[in-house]
Structure formats: structure tokens, C-alpha cells
């Protein structure tokens, strides 16, 4: 069975500006090097059994590299645009922020979505070109409350996931893609899906990947789980057949916090 390495990512969202990523990073760092559990995550980095990453706000992205006195955390952008340069007045390009240092970056968040309007063609646009750029995408996909409540979960993760494969590369999408699994009901709630329904979701993506790309990309494809993620939930999650790790928000924004649950992982 392929092996596949746990991902615990910490998506800031609007959240840490430059001093707050600065002091974030002192004290990550300082748990890594220095607290025994710490320590024990840093030799898992090392390793290869788990990968951790934190997505600042771009203008933090900087300070967060800067920061860094290692590389045992990855930065993620929150966020990109599908064309390398041009007149897109507000918008930044894969390729500057492989240039600013980020190894990942997320596309599709639920916010991205539901409060900017981003649709599953303008989606599939931008993972096709984070395919084939040098970042690793961290794809979102989640159903609203309503889609729950009137069983339609699997029909807009099939919905979602399908528009966004269109076109791309099999093993492209086995050796980089991240799906992430955010129900939207979930997110900042303090509402999380019950560790069946997060083992569900994530096999039904499993299996999707598997019609679409066939049994080798779906064994090495990484899904996570998101959606009010925190220390005392965390274990559980992770302990899903078909989870490989977890996307944070809210209780990735302090060191202290994202530290606990990373714990949760060695
Ligand atoms: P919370 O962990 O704050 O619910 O946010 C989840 C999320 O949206 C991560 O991308």
C-alpha cells in the first residue's frame, strides 16, 4: 500500500500580519527544536511521515520565509491566479509566489467561493496551472448546510471535483495534488462532521479520483479533512482510513494552538 504523508496546514486566512507571522514562527520553531513532542514532529518532518505548512496572508508571506529558521514548515499561499503576468490588477501569479518562497498554495476555499463569487470553470483554470507549475495545490471542495440537509454532499463534491479535473494530468494530480475536504457548515462553526461522515466524504474523493485518474493516483492522492479542527478533535480525525491530514483555520493562527494539534500527529 502506497504510503502517504500526513499534511497538518494551517490556513490563516485574514489573520497575522508581519510581526504577528514573525513571532508565530519564533515560538513554532523554538516547540520544534526544543519541547520534547516538538522535537519528536521535527524527526517526522525529517523523515518523510508528516509535512507541516501554514498559509500566511500574502503580505506576510515575506516575513514568514524570513522567518524561518528551518525548513520543516512549508509555506502555502491562500490564494492565486491561473495567467503568469499581465493586467490583472489585484491578482498574483503561481510562479511570483514560488519566487516568494511558497511550496503550496490553496485554490477553492469555500471563502473564495461563496464570498468572491469563484466559480468551478474559474477553478479548474487555476489548478490546471498550479498542475503544472512547480507549487503543490491544496484543492477545496465542501458542501453548504443545504446540500447536507437534502443529501446532496456527494453530488456537489462530484460536481466540484469533476469541473476541476477536466483536462488534467493523471499523474500530475497523483504526485502533487492535495484535496481538501471543508464542509461548509463546518468551517469556523465549531460544528465539525462527525469522524464517519469526515471518512465518507474523504473515500468517496478517494473513489472519484480512482474512476477518473485510476487505482495508482488515488492511492497516492492526499485528502484532508477541514473544518473547526482543534487539539481535542484532531487524533480522531486523523486517525480516518482515508484522511492524510487536516486543514486548519481558526487554531492554526497561534503557535501554541497549531502546535497541539501537530502533536496529535506523531
Ligand atoms: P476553521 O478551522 O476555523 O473552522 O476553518 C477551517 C478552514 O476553512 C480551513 O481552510
Known sequence: MTKRTKLIAGNWKMNNGSAETREFFSKLETWLASDE?????????????????????????????????????????????????????GEIALQMLEEAGCKYVILGHSERRHVFGESD????KKLAAALSSNLLPIFCVGELLSDRESGRTNDVIKTQLSCAWQNADSEAVGERAVIAYEPVWAIGTGKTASLGDAQNACAFIRELTAECFGIKTAEKIRILYG????????????????????????????????????????
Do not use: C, W
Not at 470553470?121 to 479548474?124: A, G, N, V
Open 37 to 89: 513532542i516538538g522535537k519528536k514532529a521535527a524527526e517526522a518532518v525529517r523523515s518523510g511521515d508528516i509535512e507541516i505548512a501554514v498559509a500566511p496572508v500574502f503580505t506576510s508571506i515575506h516575513a514568514a520565509v524570513a522567518a524561518r529558521q528551518s525548513e520543516l514548515v512549508g509555506i502555502s499561499a491562500q490564494n492565486a491566479y491561473f495567467e503568469p503576468n499581465g493586467a490583472f490588477t
Open 121 to 124: 470553470d474559474l477553478l479548474q
Open 227 to 266: 473544518g473547526s479542527v482543534k487539539a481535542e478533535n484532531s487524533a480522531g480525525i486523523l486517525a480516518q482510513k482515508d484522511v492524510d491530514g487536516l486543514l486548519i483555520g481558526g487554531a492554526s493562527v497561534e503557535a501554541e494552538s497549531f502546535a497541539r494539534i501537530i502533536a496529535t500527529a506523531v
